[in-house]
């Protein structure tokens, strides 16, 4: 029998690296649109990035009686208290319009020294049963915000992030290293860890 896990997600570049982890467990990773679920809107309520995630998870897991994998995931800046936190991608108003929201946070933080101006990204998956129970694995990217955006990949607040160690921003480090050094991908590397205790 085929082993089915549904993918909370509509977004191409998450699908692709969830796929590359869960099909190492024998897993056959289907899209939410896939699943016949193209059209659901799930209200993230929750407060937290673990919470919003497990909402996703356990929501689609129960309609679909399969397990389901899901993230949140977003950008908490220091000097503002960690916000946009959970609300990164609606932080100008508007859901999902990534230039308003990164011209929103840069000037909220116009004035402040580079030395304040410390961030991470934070992705929490959860791998959700049909029963509720679930694996939950967090990961972070700390770094910094610039003071204009730079390079032209990447998505979200790429333009703006520097992640430690580096001297330019997410978007014109490359997908690569986003892949290797990023908040999903030290997530995913977690949830790999929990599958493997499993197996």
Not at 105 to 126: K, N, Q, S, W
Not at 176 to 194: D, F, T, Y
Request: hydrophobic share 40%; with cysteine; charged share 25%.
């Amino acid at each position: 029998m085929e082993n089915i896990l549904i993918a909370a997600t509509q977004n191409k570049g998450k699908l692709k690296e969830l796929k590359a982890i869960t099909e190492k467990y024998g897993m056959k990773l289907v899209s939410m649109a896939d699943a016949g679920l193209g059209d659901l809107d799930i209200e993230e309520n929750g407060e937290t990035f673990a919470e919003n995630s497990y909402i996703k998870a356990s929501t689609v897991a129960r309609l679909t009686n399969k397990p389901c994998i899901a993230d949140d995931s977003g950008l908490c800046v220091d000097v503002l208290g960690g916000a946009p936190g959970i609300h990164s991608a609606r932080y100008s108003g508007v859901h999902g319009d990534d230039a308003a929201n990164r011209a929103r946070l840069l000037a909220d933080l116009a004035g402040v020294p580079e030395e304040e101006r410390a961030a991470h990204f934070t992705c929490c998956i959860t791998l959700c049963q049909p029963d509720g129970s679930a694996l939950v694995a967090e990961g972070h990217c700390p770094g910094r915000i610039a003071f204009e955006e730079i390079g032209e990949g990447g998505f979200g607040y790429d333009k703006i992030f520097i992640p430690e160690g580096c001297d330019t921003s997410f978007a014109a480090l490359g997908v690569e290293v986003k892949n290797r050094i990023g908040h999903r991908a030290r997530a995913l590397a977690k949830l790999e860890e929990l599958l493997e205790n499993q197996a």
